[in-house]
């Protein structure tokens, strides 16, 4: 039988992970400690209950299970192979999970490094917006063992509503990326007919109600399209053009792999850059409908 967790280690408090970490402590009744480079989320969940890390070794150190929850698969890469990073702190038996969104090779690649050590690295992207973060209501798409699955479940239920075990390691990650492929892809679809609905005469709010009733229904038309979109509002620090071209450019990696010309994604990447050229890079990413038509 599994030996039960005595401690986790939280290492990332960004827009999505300082949430997440919140949530894992105050639920999941198992002492949580956390790290980050900037001082203030983590005074806030320190008033939360969770200990303090005080750097990426110590964090490992001592804990059963690590989270991750960082920019990109690249910085995941950084913080395993730097001199005091996860790599030289891991032990047996120890558990990473990677929250953040990374390239498949670089996951498949971590997975075997860490296997190299006697411990487990597997990917477990989280899906759903910042508030979502915050109610606990998140989506999670795992790539692991199913005795691994099995046993991290309760942990990823502190902050997830939908957990799905999407096979081996590193199809946690496919799942992810195509999941925001296609949302990117179904944005710019609204973005378009909102700036042709306008121009022809149709109230944009009355143009996104009667779709919602009808089979264009979803959840980027009454999240994205209705609550971004239509008021104008496309605030920093949420999922910003920026960080969604680089979750669409780890698709367009894929589907390269695959031999696949994603002609659609393709469109998208190239908004993202004309967003980031016009200096949209910080804001929300369906600021991208402001360049529509223009």
């Not at 919602?212 to 971004?228: C, E, T, V």
Request: proline residues 5%; charged residues 20%; glycine residues 10%.
């Amino acid at each position: 039988m599994s030996q039960p967790f005595k401690q986790i280690g939280f290492i990332g408090l960004g827009v999505m992970g300082e949430p997440m970490c919140r949530n894992l402590a105050v639920k999941s009744g198992i002492n949580v400690i956390a790290f980050d480079l900037d001082p203030g989320p983590l005074q806030r969940v320190f008033a939360r209950g969770v200990g303090s890390g005080g750097s990426v070794r110590a964090t490992v150190e001592g804990s059963n299970v690590i989270f991750l929850s960082l920019p990109s698969g690249e910085v995941v890469s950084e913080v395993a192979h730097a001199t005091d990073g996860l790599l030289a702190a891991i032990k047996a038996g120890q558990i990473v999970v990677d929250l953040s969104t990374s390239p498949v090779d670089i996951t498949r690649k971590l997975a075997q490094e860490f296997a190299g050590r006697g411990a487990v690295f597997i990917d477990a992207p989280v899906a759903r917006t910042r508030a979502a973060a915050e109610a606990g209501t998140l989506s999670v798409m795992v790539g692991a063992d199913r005795s691994i699955f099995d046993r991290l479940r309760p942990l990823i239920a502190t902050f997830a509503t939908e957990i799905t075990h999407c096979g081996p390691v590193g199809c946690g990650q496919v799942v992810k990326i195509l999941n925001n492929m296609v949302l990117f892809q179904i944005g710019l679809a609204i973005a378009e007919a909102k700036v042709i609905g306008e121009r022809s005469g149709v109230d944009p709010a009355l143009l996104f109600d009667t779709l919602a009733k009808g089979s264009a229904d979803s959840f980027a038309l009454r999240n994205h399209g209705m609550k971004a979109m239509l008021p104008g509002e496309f605030p920093p620090r949420a999922f910003s053009v920026q960080y969604a071209r680089k979750d669409l450019n780890y698709a367009l990696r894929l589907a390269h792999a695959a031999r696949i010309d994603a002609q659609g994604a393709h469109n998208v990447d190239v908004l993202f850059g004309e967003a980031i050229e016009s200096g949209f890079g910080e804001q929300y990413w369906p600021v991208i409908s402001r360049l529509i038509g223009t």
